[in-house]
């Protein structure tokens, strides 16, 4: 390849070839400026300095023959040493795992994602981060909250059932954080209590489906989706997210959601306690964002025997607490119907722990996938002007958020507001200060459930089974279909229930 790369050839955005989604995905969570090249043409690689490339896909030699001697070359496949699993493809996993957590005492059980992603994305980045200061190149992503916050917080809302006496006690509680709730609404619950309904209006309400279930069946997903949109969206709702009852994600329920024309949903047995993604499916990144929250709620130390809602208050407090100390969005989640509603303590303990952290942004998920949509959509390039100096130029400035840069440079970063398209750089100064040691997290990813499923829950997951889709309603295309409906025809004279 001729020798076209000049001396002030960009240092951001890195230029991926031949790398795997899950490194696209990651290096989009942190707001790291980077492209992705298609096609190996004399031009393709102008763009920047520091070209990332997988060592399983192509060969060091051959990337010398598409590479000048300015470019600096880095196999990502060094990242996956030491992990007992291929990172990357961990990172793009869609397959949910029964989890288990030790907390203060409880064992608490909940079907989530089967890898830790969040805490991947940190380890693959800190090495990558060092890949790149040991080549002197450049450290600088967007950061992750509009100037000048450092962490999120938003409590989500799951409204299943419909007990409007629980709703309007939560509510009184709820009154704290009215600027930083999210509230899904399951309308098969909900469309005929209209005090509740209008107690939502003018509020963060968004869409939990209409029967409180996520099928395999994805013309069942749609209609599901679609009659709860109908309802909201005549209440004079405008639906933007979905949350998926259970956490539970599959592909069709996501090509449902775009079909729809949704921005974001939050289901974390595809991913929890983690920066904001687009998910991986059929070859292609999702057009729906996942806004991950912390997976574990009241009712699982309800079906653990705790009772009363101090030790739910105590934990959730802690999770928000660490979260705002590590700089990640602190999202929380919970229900009001015989549960938050009869638990006061737990909406006064996230209040006051919120009252202690003046940096952080109080806002609704809905709010959230905007600002990340719009950070996502942000094109930029750092350009070396001299010694320790870079021009950070953005392409169609937009001043809908305040934006900053967050320099890092080995244990110190400085975050820098910006005000327009260009800015210039001196790193050496900038005011830094050092990053806090991670702390310890009292809440690490749940252990694998290593209990035997039985015969019938087995059966249960082969037939899709479930007991909210009317009879009528069920879909008879597959043999699971028809399977799950005369099961439940058999079933409504023998015991009263379908």
């Given at each position: 390849?001729?020798?076209?790369l000049?001396?002030?050839?960009?240092?951001?955005?890195?230029?991926?070839?031949?790398?795997?989604?899950?490194?696209?995905?990651?290096l989009?969570?942190?707001?790291?400026?980077?492209?992705?090249?298609?096609?190996?043409?004399?031009?393709?690689?102008?763009?920047?300095?520091?070209?990332l490339?997988?060592?399983?896909?192509?060969?060091?030699?051959?990337?010398?023959?598409?590479?000048?001697?300015?470019?600096?070359?880095?196999?990502?496949?060094?990242?996956?040493?030491?992990?007992?699993?291929?990172?990357?493809?961990?990172?793009?996993?869609?397959?949910?795992?029964?989890?288990?957590?030790?907390?203060?005492?409880?064992?608490?059980?909940?079907?989530?994602?089967?890898h830790?992603?969040?805490?991947?994305?940190?380890?693959?980045?800190?090495r990558?981060?060092?890949?790149?200061?040991?080549?002197?190149?450049?450290?600088?992503?967007?950061a992750?909250?509009p100037?000048?916050?450092?962490?999120?917080?938003?409590?989500?809302?799951?409204?299943?059932?419909?007990?409007?006496?629980?709703y309007?006690?939560?509510?009184?509680?709820?009154?704290?954080?009215?600027?930083?709730?999210?509230?899904?609404v399951?309308?098969?619950?909900?469309?005929h209590?209209?005090?509740?309904?209008?107690?939502?209006?003018?509020?963060?309400?968004?869409?939990h489906?209409?029967?409180?279930?996520?099928?395999?069946?994805?013309?069942a997903?749609?209609?599901?989706?679609?009659?709860?949109?109908?309802?909201?969206?005549?209440?004079g709702?405008?639906?933007?997210?979905?949350?998926?009852?259970?956490?539970?994600?599959?592909?069709?329920?996501?090509?449902?959601l775009?079909?729809?024309?949704y921005?974001?949903?939050?289901?974390?047995?595809?991913?929890?306690?983690?920066?904001?993604?687009?998910?991986?499916?059929?070859?292609?990144?999702?057009?729906?964002?996942?806004?991950?929250v912390?997976?574990?709620?009241?009712?699982?130390?309800?079906?653990?025997?705790?009772?009363?809602?101090?030790?739910?208050?105590?934990?959730?407090a802690?999770?928000?607490?660490?979260?705002?100390?590590?700089?990640?969005?602190?999202f929380?989640?919970?229900?009001?119907?015989?549960?938050?509603?009869?638990?006061?303590?737990?909406?006064?303990?996230?209040?006051?722990?919120?009252?202690?952290?003046?940096?952080v942004?109080?806002?609704?998920?809905?709010?959230?996938?905007?600002?990340?949509?719009?950070?996502?959509?942000?094109?930029?390039?750092?350009?070396?002007?001299?010694?320790?100096?870079?021009?950070?130029?953005?392409?169609d400035?937009?001043?809908?958020?305040?934006?900053?840069?967050?320099?890092?440079?080995?244990?110190?970063?400085?975050?820098?507001p910006?005000?327009?398209?260009?800015?210039?750089?001196?790193?050496?100064?900038?005011?830094?200060?050092?990053?806090?040691?991670?702390?310890?997290?009292?809440?690490?990813?749940?252990?694998?459930?290593?209990?035997?499923?039985?015969?019938?829950?087995?059966?249960?997951?082969?037939?899709?089974?479930?007991?909210?889709?009317?009879?009528?309603?069920?879909?008879?295309?597959?043999?699971?279909?028809?399977?799950?409906?005369?099961?439940?025809?058999?079933?409504?004279?023998?015991?009263?229930?379908?």
């Amino acid at each position: 390849m001729s020798e076209i790369l000049g001396p002030n050839a960009a240092a951001l955005p890195f230029l991926l070839w031949k790398t795997p989604p899950g490194l696209e995905l990651i290096l989009g969570q942190e707001g790291i400026a980077y492209e992705s090249i298609r096609d190996a043409h004399p031009f393709a690689f102008r763009g920047g300095r520091f070209v990332l490339f997988d060592g399983r896909r192509e060969s060091a030699s051959a990337m010398r023959a598409l590479l000048t001697s300015a470019h600096v070359a880095i196999d990502v496949d060094s990242l996956r040493e030491g992990e007992p699993i291929d990172p990357f493809q961990a990172l793009i996993d869609d397959r949910p795992m029964r989890g288990a957590w030790q907390v203060q005492g409880w064992t608490l059980h909940e079907r989530v994602a089967r890898h830790p992603k969040a805490w991947i994305r940190e380890r693959l980045i800190a090495r990558l981060r060092e890949a790149v200061a040991a080549r002197d190149g450049l450290w600088m992503r967007l950061a992750p909250f509009p100037h000048p916050y450092r962490s999120a917080f938003n409590l989500r809302v799951d409204l299943d059932e419909p007990a409007a006496e629980d709703y309007f006690r939560f509510a009184l509680g709820r009154n704290l954080l009215d600027d930083c709730c999210t509230h899904f609404v399951s309308t098969n619950a909900y469309q005929h209590e209209a005090e509740v309904l209008a107690n939502l209006a003018g509020r963060d309400a968004q869409s939990h489906g209409h029967y409180h279930y996520i099928h395999r069946d994805g013309e069942a997903n749609l209609r599901n989706l679609e009659r709860a949109d109908g309802i909201l969206r005549a209440q004079g709702f405008p639906v933007e997210g979905f949350a998926a009852p259970h956490g539970r994600w599959n592909a069709s329920l996501d090509d449902a959601l775009e079909s729809l024309g949704y921005s974001y949903s939050t289901d974390f047995q595809l991913g929890y306690d983690d920066f904001p993604f687009f998910p991986w499916k059929d070859g292609r990144f999702s057009k729906v964002l996942q806004v991950p929250v912390h997976p574990i709620c009241e009712g699982l130390f309800l079906d653990a025997g705790a009772t009363g809602g101090r030790v739910v208050a105590e934990h959730l407090a802690r999770v928000v607490e660490e979260k705002v100390a590590a700089g990640e969005p602190a999202f929380v989640y919970g229900h009001p119907e015989r549960r938050l509603g009869r638990m006061p303590e737990v909406p006064l303990a996230l209040a006051a722990t919120l009252r202690r952290q003046p940096l952080v942004w109080r806002t609704t998920l809905t709010e959230m996938a905007r600002w990340w949509r719009w950070r996502a959509s942000r094109k930029w390039l750092a350009i070396p002007r001299g010694p320790g100096r870079y021009e950070v130029q953005f392409e169609d400035w937009d001043a809908r958020y305040p934006v900053a840069l967050e320099v890092q440079r080995g244990d110190f970063r400085c975050l820098l507001p910006l005000n327009g398209p260009r800015t210039v750089l001196d790193l050496r100064t900038l005011a830094y200060d050092r990053r806090p040691e991670p702390a310890r997290r009292s809440v690490r990813p749940p252990e694998p459930d290593r209990r035997n499923p039985s015969l019938k829950q087995i059966i249960r997951q082969a037939i899709d089974w479930e007991t909210e889709t009317p009879i009528d309603e069920i879909p008879s295309a597959t043999i699971a279909g028809r399977v799950k409906k005369g099961l439940r025809r058999w079933k409504l004279p023998r015991t009263g229930t379908s």
